[in-house]
């Protein structure tokens, strides 16, 4: 069966050994953890901002280049269509 020493042996060990193996996991990774955690937030706070505010700059100038060239296609396209239809009516109207 179950020696009788056995049991004495596990209780003392759930009851100091998990505790004290807890107590030096937890000073030992607190640090870690915090230094990790320092270290994310500290990118994050120097990169966003000056970074962020360049790139959004660049961004609305890309856009307004490609909303424009896309308003001339619209136009040009247009303007082609006008034309092909005026072609196909037998149009020939030219300058007075």
Do not use: N
């Amino acid at each position: 069966m179950i020696d009788p020493i056995l049991i004495p042996i596990v209780a003392i060990t759930f009851t100091v050994g998990v505790p004290a193996i807890a107590l030096a996991a937890h000073f030992v990774l607190r640090p870690l953890v915090r230094d990790i955690v320092g270290a994310i937030q500290t990118d994050k706070q120097r990169a966003l901002p000056a970074d962020i505010e360049q790139r959004l700059e660049r961004l609305e100038e890309s856009y307004g280049r490609l909303e424009s060239s896309v308003t001339h296609l619209i136009e040009a396209e247009r303007f082609h269509r006008e034309l092909e239809a005026g072609k196909q009516r037998g149009d020939t109207a030219g300058p007075p």
